[in-house]
């Protein structure tokens, strides 16, 4: 949340200008705070040092009164008697008398001996020997010396008779009133001590101390006497430390002058209080006032950036323009932007939705209107004979007139829209109360072409068919209801009918045949595939000398498998190649099995009209038979030829050259033409079972199977009859010369191993007839 909140612009503004604001004050506050201490500094500083002075001349005064007393004392000749002639009680009074007069806490005669007479102090045997050390040594006749642990100012004047016989010494105790009065000759409370060195550190009047010791070291080892700050018990302090003479080498003396800095910055806390009061409030108006000046700039910006989500999002959106500064023209460009942006979605929806050719809308409409109702048919019309009659007007006229039934249509259907979901096909969404009254509605809507249709330049003719989608029941597959409406126009083309709705059963499963067809190049290398082989029966020799090589396939899921549906498949997915090549080899190696059985027949295969404008098949069945010196015979139909018949001719005669016996195939199904038929160079003609299952029952059909005997004996074709199933069918083709005979009456369709036990068998026919 917080992570979020400062992403926003105006959190972010608030805090940026807050922390400079906070920084800037922590500066002045640093800056203030720096001056105010360093003069704080500067003030103690300079009074440590001046009370520091003050007392060195006070000290310096003191022990030039002491001297000049103890050199009265040493010099007085009574004095010097008593000490010559050791009279102690008179030297002991001499010193009370003058210790009274001087007004000093001690007085004392040390002899050259080290001898000791004092007065108002006790000298123990070690500070004895300490002052007679220094005396004697001549380094020091004034200094600090330690009593009983306590610190005395001790002033010698030595006593000459006339020699040096000893030192008249009188001794000052610097204790705590002495400090005090030292610390009030200062103009700041600061504190006053002299410290001397122990074996367990430093030592003042009231005992061992370890505060300032750092301090003291520091000031000892620089030699200078200039005031530091040092750490204490108590915060941070000012400390002067200035080295005192001392009779003992080994425990020097000090006098500490220190001020803490606590008390120094006590006059200004009020100051610092009332400027750090100063600072929050002015941080709390400039946070105000920051918050309210970043919400006027960010509140455009933000509105912009909702507006932009919204534009993201599909949705039309526009800001209102409050200004004239840079945010303003801002807001104005994203108006002009959003609207441009609508303008263009409103045209790509417009152009995603309709056809550019005529301005009708188009498929992905009439689909989302179709998605739309549960109820209600998609018809679909498409105009007949399309790429005819595009060809002869062209393909703007073609628009035109796709365009021109379109507005009919609409007219006709009460002002129903009409899409064109084709190049030459429009579809609408009728209401209907049932099939057959869509069927009619459709059937009535196609009259509309009726009229000729007046283009630039020219009269057009056009008819209609139609095809039904119905929005429920049984789809086949077809998700589309436009698809399924196409479809129904396809089979309403192929039943000839004006209009028919999608028959799911007609249709069948295409995806799943389409499937089935990759299913069959790998069923070609296993047992699934294999070949059937219907005898032809030679009504002349009375033995069967042919056999017709027929695919069948046996699927592992779908059982058998119509080879009308495989065959025809792989013919429209371009696998007939594949599958023929197959069969040639196949029917080669069987035809060796039944030489090998004893059964010389001739095999005949059927063969694609797709191959026979294939060179590179033709190349590849040639060389198989002239590699094994096959018999075999490759049955095509007269249409074959029609597609490309001088490519197809050309390698029928190839065929025909290199001993292979061509046979054309279901004569009289198709669009029979004599003329082809007098220029395939064939040895066989193959007369449809259509006219021979009814052969003995209609006087027409034997008729025109005779006619056709006749014309191919004419032509020097033999003459193969399919279909036979009777035994009357099959005398009545003996009688009208027909040289084969292929049915059920002389054997079905079967495997390889019953072909050869049936060609074992040397009267066929008979026990056809006999059963």
């Known amino acids: 949340m917080i992570v979020a909140r400062f992403t926003n612009l105006r959190t972010r503004l608030t805090v940026l200008y807050m922390g400079m604001f906070g920084i800037a004050l922590m500066l002045v506050a640093v800056a203030v705070f720096t001056a105010i201490t360093g003069s704080a500094r500067t003030l103690v500083r300079d009074e440590l040092g001046a009370t520091g002075a003050v007392y060195g001349q006070i000290w310096a005064s003191q022990s030039a009164q002491l001297r000049q007393g103890a050199a009265v004392l040493a010099t007085d000749y009574g004095f010097r008697e008593a000490i010559a002639t050791n009279d102690e009680p008179t030297v002991r009074s001499a010193l009370d008398n003058l210790r009274a007069r001087q007004k000093v806490d001690g007085a004392l005669i040390l002899g050259i001996d080290g001898y000791v007479t004092s007065a108002g102090v006790d000298l123990d045997e070690a500070t004895t020997d300490t002052l007679w050390q220094g005396l004697n040594g001549g380094d020091i006749d004034a200094g600090v010396l330690s009593i009983n642990g306590q610190p005395y100012q001790a002033v010698s004047a030595p006593v000459m008779a006339p020699v040096l016989i000893g030192w008249v010494v009188f001794v000052e105790r610097l204790d705590q009133s002495q400090m005090r009065n030292l610390e009030g000759l200062s103009a700041i409370p600061l504190s006053a001590s002299v410290l001397t060195s122990s074996a367990d550190g430093w030592r003042d009047m009231a005992g061992p101390t370890s505060a300032l010791g750092g301090a003291i070291e520091r000031v000892l080892a620089a030699g200078d006497d200039r005031p530091e700050t040092t750490r204490t018990l108590q915060g941070e302090a000012m400390v002067l430390a200035r080295a005192l003479p001392s009779f003992d080498t080994a425990a020097p003396a000090v006098l500490t002058l220190s001020y803490p800095m606590a008390r120094a910055m006590k006059p200004f806390e009020a100051m610092f209080w009332a400027l750090g009061a100063i600072a929050l409030i002015g941080l709390a108006i400039l946070m105000v006032g920051?918050?309210?000046?970043?919400?006027?700039?960010?509140?455009?910006?933000?509105?912009?950036?909702?507006?932009?989500?919204?534009?993201?999002?599909?949705?039309?959106?526009?800001?209102?323009?409050?200004?004239?500064?840079?945010?303003?023209?801002?807001?104005?460009?994203?108006?002009?932007?959003?609207?441009?942006?609508?303008?263009?979605?409103?045209?790509?929806?417009?152009?995603?939705?309709?056809?550019?050719?005529?301005?009708?809308?188009?498929?992905?409409?009439?689909?989302?209107?179709?998605?739309?109702?549960?109820?209600?048919?998609?018809?679909?019309?498409?105009?007949?004979?399309?790429?005819?009659?595009?060809?002869?007007?062209?393909?703007?006229?073609?628009?035109?007139?796709?365009?021109?039934l379109g507005s009919r249509l609409s007219a006709a259907a009460g002002g129903a829209r009409v899409a064109r979901v084709a190049a030459g096909a429009v579809g609408v969404i009728l209401e209907a109360g049932s099939d057959a009254e869509a069927i009619e509605q459709a059937t009535i809507l196609c009259a509309v072409a009726d009229v000729p249709v007046k283009l630039i330049g020219a009269t057009v003719d056009a008819t209609l068919s139609a095809g039904i989608g119905r929005a429920r029941g049984d789809n086949g597959g077809v998700d589309s209801i436009v698809d399924r409406a196409g479809i129904g126009l396809d089979q309403a083309r192929a039943r000839h009918r004006k209009a028919s709705l999608f028959d799911a059963t007609a249709y069948g499963d295409p995806v799943g045949n389409l499937s089935l067809i990759g299913e069959l190049m790998g069923a070609l290398e296993t047992a699934q595939v294999w070949m059937a082989y219907q005898p032809k029966y030679d009504l002349r020799a009375d033995a069967i000398t042919g056999v017709e090589a027929l695919m069948r396939w046996n699927h592992p899921r779908r059982g058998f498998v119509s080879p009308d549906l495989f065959i025809t498949m792989a013919e429209e997915t371009g696998q007939i190649r594949a599958l023929t090549e197959w069969a040639v080899r196949q029917s080669i190696t069987d035809q060796k099995v039944l030489a090998e059985a004893g059964h010389v027949v001739t095999m005949s295969v059927n063969i694609s009209g797709r191959l026979l404008s294939d060179e590179s098949f033709a190349e590849f069945a040639l060389q198989a038979v002239a590699a094994s010196g096959a018999d075999l015979c490759f049955e095509i139909t007269e249409t074959a030829v029609i597609d490309n018949p001088e490519i197809a001719l050309d390698i029928i005669e190839r065929f025909s050259a290199a001993g292979v016996a061509v046979s054309i195939d279901d004569y009289g199904s198709g669009l029979s033409s004599l003329a082809y038929l007098k220029r395939i160079k064939a040895d066989e003609l193959k007369i449809d079972k259509a006219f021979v299952l009814s052969l003995d029952e209609s006087s027409r059909d034997a008729l025109l199977v005779k006619s056709t005997i006749d014309l191919a004996h004419s032509l020097g074709l033999k003459v193969t009859a399919e279909g036979v199933e009777t035994p009357t069918a099959l005398a009545l083709l003996r009688g009208m010369g027909c040289d084969n005979a292929q049915g059920y009456l002389i054997a079905r369709p079967m495997a390889l191993a019953g072909l050869i036990e049936r060609l074992e068998k040397p009267a066929v026919v008979a026990e056809s007839v006999a059963a």
């Open 290 to 404: 920051t918050w309210m000046l970043s919400r006027g700039l960010t509140r455009p910006i933000t509105e912009l950036d909702e507006a932009v989500h919204r534009l993201q999002n599909g949705e039309h959106a526009e800001v209102e323009v409050t200004s004239s500064d840079e945010i303003g023209r801002l807001a104005a460009s994203f108006n002009a932007m959003a609207g441009d942006i609508r303008d263009r979605e409103l045209r790509l929806t417009h152009m995603a939705l309709h056809d550019q050719e005529t301005g009708l809308p188009n498929r992905l409409w009439l689909e989302r209107e179709a998605s739309r109702s549960s109820e209600g048919y998609v018809v679909v019309f498409g105009v007949d004979r399309f790429e005819i009659v595009r060809n002869a007007i062209g393909y703007d006229s073609m628009a035109q007139l796709v365009g021109a």
